[in-house]
């Protein structure tokens, strides 16, 4: 039998998002329950779809990415729905801005919270497990240039497959990235094991404004140096986010549809703009 083709991935069949720089950016990866970053909003836009999160991955304590994770760990206590599942918040170790954020709510909530709630430290190469996948899947943490002298993180998620071995031509089980999302930073310092399916990466200024993007401070990415990542990389569809409100979205979109020419990145490109998820059509590029 021959394996037929997998079909691209539309992200918004599986996020729920929003994404503007510096004032808010949150992902919400459905089918493994995972929230990736916690900004302001988050549980104001996805409602009782709080009570299925299991899992929060923060990348860095900028508070565009964690402003709103004591409102939604408070929503999951008091409004309607399921409490008896827990809730696990993944954050950088000593991160102390995200510990600053945990101690208050633990004192907000001391005594009040219906479910359990646990803040887990981690590491680059740290592994978590999520248990309620339809296969093994696991959460991988690497590292992302943002802040200077600070662990910042970007999180992949990865689900084992059979796939043929090169050397012996045998179906072998290996963990395959089906998404990658960087929070901030310049460089994400990760190869993907594999043909990435699905990356959302931080792409904050156009190429005119290279000299903000790589401020010692807080590095970020730009489009041109995303779109470059995604084509070397391979990617099958890639999600451009955090991008600065000082651009039209018109600008951003031709732009993007050049650089994708330019580049050679052969994906599906997508732009992330507040809560949508814009398709970029590079076919009548000029």
């Excluded at 549980?43 to 409102?71: P, Y």
């Excluded at 689900?159 to 031509?169: C, N, S």
């Excluded at 986010?241 to 031709?254: A, M, N, P, T, W």
Aim: aromatic fraction near 10%.
């Amino acid at each position: 039998m021959v394996n037929q083709p997998s079909m691209p991935i539309n992200p918004n069949d599986i996020l729920i998002s929003f994404s503007l720089a510096l004032y808010s950016q949150w992902f919400y990866h459905k089918p493994t329950r995972c929230l990736f970053d916690a900004g302001e909003g988050v549980a104001t836009t996805l409602g009782s779809k709080v009570f299925g999160i299991r899992h929060v991955f923060l990348s860095h304590g900028h508070e565009d990415h964690i402003a709103g994770i004591s409102n939604l760990v408070n929503i999951r206590n008091l409004a309607s729905g399921e409490r008896d599942k827990p809730l696990v918040i993944y954050y950088p170790k000593h991160d102390r801005w995200i510990n600053a954020m945990l101690e208050y709510i633990e004192r907000k909530q001391s005594g009040l919270l219906r479910y359990p709630l646990y803040a887990q430290p981690m590491e680059v190469g740290s592994e978590v497990e999520i248990p309620d996948a339809h296969r093994p899947t696991r959460v991988v943490a690497f590292e992302m240039r943002h802040v200077r002298g600070q662990l910042c993180l970007g999180y992949e998620i990865q689900q084992e497959r059979k796939m043929p071995d090169p050397a012996t031509g045998q179906n072998v089980c290996r963990y395959h990235p089906i998404f990658l999302y960087t929070g901030d930073g310049s460089e994400a310092v990760h190869t993907p094991y594999g043909r990435l399916d699905l990356a959302v990466f931080e792409a904050t200024f156009m190429e005119r404004d290279v000299n903000l993007a790589s401020m010692e401070s807080n590095r970020h990415s730009t489009l041109e140096k995303t779109i470059e990542w995604g084509a070397g990389q391979d990617v099958k569809s890639l999600i451009l986010c955090h991008i600065s409100d000082r651009y039209l979205l018109e600008d951003v979109i031709e732009a993007v549809s050049v650089i994708k020419q330019k580049t050679g990145f052969r994906g599906d490109l997508y732009i992330a703009h507040c809560n949508d998820i814009i398709p970029v059509d590079t076919t009548h590029s000029p």
